[in-house]
C-alpha cells in the first residue's frame, strides 16, 4: 500500500517540486496540513495536504481561490492540483499575518481593518458564486454545538428540550432580523486568516486564506468574523468604526444592519463555544479552550441587543458561563 510521504513525493516529482525543500507550517483547526517548499534558487510555494481519506475535497479551494482572483482579491494562486489524492501546490503569501503585523506595530491595527472591511465592501458588491445557503434554519442549527459539544462537556448532558426550543425560536429571530440579498461569505475572515501583502496595491494587498468552506450568507457574517475575533480583541473602537464604515459605504440600512449583526454575533459565538469544546475533548487541543471566555463575552453582548430578547433569558441560563472551574472541566 503506498503511504501518504509516497503519494506526496510523486505528486512533486509529477510537477518538478522533486529537489525543493519541504518545512511543516502550523495549521488550523481542521485535518489540513501545510508545508512551506524552497527550491535552491530561493523560489517558494505550499503544499496542502488534505487526504480525502480524512474528509478532504480540495476541488473547492481551487474553484474559490479562482473566483475570488477575478475580483483581484489575492487568493493563493494554483500551481498544481490533484484532487483525487487531496494534494495542493499553491502560492506563498508569506508570514505577515495581520495578528503578528498588528503585534509588531499597533499603529497598524486601524488601517489594516480597514482595508480589510473594503475588501468585504468590494467582495459583497460583486455576484457571488453558486454555493450552498446559510439561511435561518441552517444557521439556527449551527448553534447545536453549543448543547452537545460545549455544555455535555461541562455538565454531561445536551439539554435536548432546551436546545429544541432555543434552536425553533432562534430560527425565527433570524428570520424576522436578516433580510436583503446574500453575499459570498467565507465563514472565517479574522486576522489569522488575513496577510499583509504591502508591496501591492489597493484591495490586493490584502491576502486571503481558509476560504474552502464559503458559503452565501448574510453580509453581516464575515464582518462579525473580523471584529468579534475568538482569537485576539479587537479594541471597541475599532469594532465601531468598521462597523459604521461598512454602513456608510455600502448604503445598507443602519439599524437592520446592527440588528442582523448582534443576531449572527450570537449564532457564531455559540457554534464557536461548541467547536472549542469539541477541539480539546476529542482531539486534545486544549490551547483552544483559553479562547472561550472572549468568546462568551461576544455572546453575552450579542444577547442584550432588543432582538434577542425573547431568547436571551433561556439560553443563558441553558449554557455555563466560563467560570475557572468550567474551564477545567472542557480541558479535561
Known sequence: MTSREDEIRDFLATHGYADWNRTPLAG???SRRYQRLRSPTGAKAVLMDWSPEEGGDTQPFVDLAQYLRNLDISAPEIYAEDHARGLLLIEDLGDA???????????QEMPLYRAAVDLLIHLHDAQPPN????????LSEMTRLAFSEYRYAILGDAAEDNRKRFEHRFAQILSAQLEGDMVFVHRDFHAQNLLWLPEREGLARVGVIDFQDAKLGHRAYDLVSLLQDARRDVPAQVEAQM????????????SHFRSAY???AVQRNMRILGIFARLSQRFG???????????WAHFERGLAHPALASAAEE????LPAPAPEVLERLRA
Not at 97 to 107: G, H, K, R
Not at 131 to 138: G, I, M, Q, S, V
Request: proline letters at 6%; a negative charge; zero cysteines.
Open 285 to 295: 487541543k486544549r490551547h483552544y479552550i483559553e479562547f472561550v471566555p472572549r468568546v
Open 243 to 254: 462597523i459604521d464604515h461598512y454602513i456608510q459605504a455600502t448604503g445598507v440600512d443602519e
Open 131 to 138: 454555493l450552498a445557503r446559510l439561511d435561518p434554519e441552517t
Open 315 to 318: 439560553i443563558l441560563n441553558a
Open 262 to 264: 448582534a443576531v449572527i
Open 97 to 107: 499575518l495581520f495578528t503578528e503585523v498588528i503585534d509588531n506595530d499597533p499603529a
Open 28 to 30: 488550523d483547526a481542521s
